[in-house]
């Protein structure tokens, strides 16, 4: 196990690498980023509504005018039968709202908008660091069941060769080697089990991150995981309260309700625009009438105030109010619902971490109880009052509580991520953390030195000898 922690080690990536490569590669999150950006442009949108707009207008116009003259005309006066007449025009316009209560509040709900860009991109960061945190633990503890059944056949298969001699010496009876055989095909398809379990974890934390090959850093052991702080549930649950991205994005989704029921009242309320143009007509021709027969221009300015004072408009400003009445109803409603939840999950999260930490701490005794039990049953052996079955299931149980001591660990290490989500206060610095929990590559042990001590008892050989009752 030792060896196998240490070469794990070697060229093996952190949770807190693992995550900021998933930065860089997963489409949910790259898609959040994408949506914050266009709620920023969407709040530049809502300013434009209080800031100037100026126009530029341009066109060329020709006439042809057919005149038609019932009665005689006196002979001083000459009328001709058509006339073709251009026209060329350029206008510039500008226009700044004075009051618009409407285009103010909907800049307002603009910068809600952001607000709620934001914690919706916290609460995607938080979320992808608890997916590759899961994906994480899920290939070390599939790696530990993988290394449990490898030992276990080990173990074994020195109790199956054993056996078999006994037997063919005449030392011992056939039934030995059967249990053996049955064990050793047993631990087999075990293995052939957790070898394609640790596959598909893999896969899956590849995809996450976007890089085949990936390699997790094991823990260290012996390890003492960090005690819980705070360690009172209600600080936790009033943490959650005043940071959780969801209450957030529920209490700003009821700042957005309030300014529609404002926004809809606007419109009963009057506009008042300051509006300027300049205007340059040409007549290259001259005009249709004889009193201008050559051509001409024409430059104006023109600069005002104009109101616009609504005054009925079918009951659609009433009916509008209603709906946004109701609407900030809703809000208000999925606020306290927001509140219950994250109250609720932070509470099961508390105790899941709590729950966890005493499940560790049950294991360890049962591990030293269960390396005790094993080198009895060895000392029994030696004597003759024990039979390799029963080392043999000694074994066993060291190497499964071994592996349902690391899952346990990986289960508190991941609910206490889980937990700083649930109180919306999870960030780089947890993993940087459990990173200080793993075997960093940099200390692995130098060619012909000792390894490190790890927890858990070695296999013992077992002689070949006669297995008596």
Do not use: C
Not at 441 to 463: E, F, H, M, R, T
């Amino acid at each position: 196990m030792a060896a196998w922690l240490l070469s794990a080690a070697a060229g093996a990536q952190t949770l807190s690498e693992l995550v900021a490569q998933a930065r860089g590669f997963d489409p949910q999150w790259q898609a959040q980023q994408a949506d914050a950006r266009a709620a920023t442009s969407r709040a530049d949108q809502a300013l434009s509504g209080l800031l100037p707009s100026v126009g530029l207008q341009a066109g060329a116009t020709r006439t042809h005018v057919d005149v038609h003259v019932s009665g005689a005309l006196p002979p001083t006066m000459q009328v001709p039968g058509s006339m073709n007449t251009n026209q060329q025009n350029l206008q510039l316009s500008a226009q700044q709202p004075l009051y618009r209560p409407a285009n103010k509040i909907a800049y307002e709900q603009g910068q809600r908008g952001m607000d709620v860009a934001r914690a919706q991109l916290d609460s995607a960061a938080q979320g992808l660091i608890v997916r590759v945190a899961q994906a994480y633990f899920d290939v070390l503890a599939a790696q530990d069941s993988l290394n449990v059944a490898r030992a276990q056949k080990k173990a074994i298969t020195q109790q199956l060769e054993s056996a078999k001699r006994n037997f063919e010496v005449g030392t011992a009876t056939i039934t030995d080697s059967r249990e053996a055989q049955a064990r050793f095909d047993l631990v087999t398809a075990q293995e052939i089990a957790a070898e394609n379990d640790l596959q598909v974890k893999r896969v899956a934390l590849d995809q996450l991150v976007g890089r085949a090959g990936v390699q997790p850093t094991p823990m260290a052991r012996p390890v003492t995981l960090p005690p819980l702080q705070p360690a009172d549930m209600q600080a936790w649950v009033d943490t959650a309260l005043g940071n959780q991205p969801q209450i957030r994005q529920a209490q700003l989704a009821l700042d957005i309700a309030r300014l529609d029921i404002q926004k809809a009242e606007a419109g009963h309320k009057p506009t008042v625009d300051l509006q300027a143009g300049y205007q340059v007509n040409r007549y290259p021709d001259g005009s249709m009438t004889p009193a201008i027969p050559l051509g001409y221009r024409t430059n104006a300015a023109s600069i005002g105030v104009v109101m616009n004072m609504p005054l009925f408009a079918g009951f659609a400003v009433q009916n509008r109010i209603k709906e946004t009445v109701a609407l900030e109803e809703k809000a208000r409603a999925q606020l306290d619902d927001a509140r219950r939840n994250v109250e609720q999950a932070t509470r099961t999260a508390f105790l899941g971490v709590q729950s966890g930490q005493a499940q560790v701490r049950a294991l360890e005794a049962a591990l030293a109880s269960s390396e005790s039990a094993l080198e009895a049953n060895q000392v029994g052996y030696d004597v003759g009052v024990r039979i390799n079955i029963d080392v043999l299931n000694a074994q066993s149980q060291v190497y499964q509580t071994e592996r349902d001591l690391a899952n346990a660990r990986y289960q508190v290490l991941l609910g206490q991520l889980k937990l700083r989500q649930a109180a919306g206060v999870l960030g780089d610095d947890d993993l940087r953390g459990i990173d200080a929990l793993t075997i960093a590559p940099a200390i692995a042990p130098a060619p012909g030195s000792a390894p490190a001590a790890v927890s858990g008892a070695a296999a013992p050989k077992l002689p070949a000898r006669s297995a008596k009752r």
